[in-house]
């Protein structure tokens, strides 16, 4: 049996999806940019993609610009909102994704602002009380804070978040590619002036993704060489990898109650039966309370199957993550489980869901960890 459980890394596309991408790909090959019919065609298809996506999220089609996915709209938000907005703080936490830590440690470094940490709970939640002290020490700070943490799942409640950032004048970005097309989102009436997208973690295609960025800010280009996204991102568009998000979120959207329900049940389901069958596992986060729907992350008591645990659940048809994949390869260990201090010396496991997984896999990977675990001692007889 297989079973894929890493739907945070990535998801696979849905099959309406294809369907919807492979005319585009076989038939309207035309510039976007060009002014003759098979441009304007195109064309034609860009911009309905745009209102698709804008008309489910509540805002303007000129708020969303289209990129190449989460990493380079969270990239845009932060670099070009200090160089536009006149930013010289920066306020965000040690759990991250590295494609905001990365960025803003550098600019830190570069001295073109100073970045500030706010404390994270030991479930990974953020402290807004600490958030708004270091809001009134440094007003007009740029706060960059994830809506769902991709390894643990923590939560964060994105309007209170927002409101305390419009209170002292500071903006907003929040790093919303594991909960778009998760939730119902309506961004026009939430405190947030930057958020991002990433089709390939709500079944669309890889390679393609957006931010949208609030009507009220004037942003400078992140790529230029071209006036292609409203002269915000030079360079042809990638018009099936468009079509096909755009779908792919017209149809989460359809879905969202139905498959949410559906995907909760099954991470339940396993928390359950870990529990039950396994006392001596543990969790990183508090995966029952504010947390998102898609992720569980399991601490496995240590032994010396820890370095080829998750190498052991890939033999047994197993698709799981030791944290992000953005990671994968690096042998420093998550930065989101030292960040909450917590369970440091077990091995974390991500477990992530999507719409296609059953209880039934769930099953099959209980079992699977009963034939892993008890011969390296690590479970009672």
């Known amino acids: 049996m297989k079973v894929y459980f890493d739907n945070a890394a990535t998801t696979p596309i849905d099959p309406e999806v294809l369907e919807t991408m492979i005319p585009v790909m076989r038939e309207d090959f035309g510039n976007p940019s060009s002014s003759h019919s098979y441009g304007r065609k195109v064309k034609a298809l860009l911009e309905q993609s745009r209102k698709t996506i804008a008309a489910l999220l509540n805002v303007t089609p000129g708020e969303i610009c289209f990129t190449s996915g989460g990493t380079e709209a969270d990239n845009f938000a932060i670099r070009c909102g200090v160089e536009s907005l006149g930013i010289k703080n920066i306020i965000t936490s040690p759990t991250e994704h590295h494609a905001v830590l990365h960025t803003a440690e550098e600019l830190d470094k570069k001295g073109i ?29 740029l706060v960059s804070l994830m809506h769902a943490n991709n390894e643990i799942g923590a939560l964060l409640d994105i309007t209170k978040t927002g409101e305390l950032c419009k209170k002292h004048n500071a903006y907003f970005h929040s790093d919303t590619v594991q909960t778009m097309g998760h939730y119902k989102m309506d961004l026009e009436n939430m405190p947030v002036d930057f958020a991002t997208g990433a089709a390939h973690k709500f079944n669309g295609p890889k390679g393609v993704g957006f931010l949208y960025i609030s009507k009220k800010l004037k942003i400078q280009p992140l790529i230029t060489g071209g006036s292609q996204e409203r002269d915000l991102r030079g360079g042809t568009e990638n018009i099936y990898g468009i079509v096909g998000m755009a779908k792919a979120f017209e149809i ?5 109650e139905t498959k949410s329900a559906q995907i909760q049940a099954v991470k339940t389901y396993m928390i359950e039966c870990l529990k039950d069958q396994f006392p001596e596992i543990k969790f990183n986060g508090n995966p029952e309370e504010k947390s998102l729907y898609t992720v569980l992350n399991v601490a496995f008591p240590p032994s010396d199957l820890n370095e080829m645990l998750l190498f052991g659940f890939d033999l047994r048809g197993i698709a799981v993550s030791g944290g992000s994949a953005c990671t994968s390869g690096s042998n420093k260990g998550s930065h989101v489980i030292r960040a909450i ?16 997984n059953t209880k039934e896999e769930v099953d099959y990977v209980l079992s699977q960890i009963q034939e892993l675990l008890k011969p390296a001692g690590v479970l009672n007889a």
């Open 113 to 141: 602002v100073k970045m500030h940490f706010v404390k994270v709970t030991s479930e990974g939640h953020i402290d807004l009380s600490d958030l708004e002290r270091l809001l009134i020490e440094f007003p007009g700070s």
């Open 252 to 256: 989460c959207m359809r879905e969202c």
């Open 341 to 356: 201090g917590k369970n440091l010396d077990h091995t974390p496991v991500r477990f992530s869901f999507g719409k296609y």
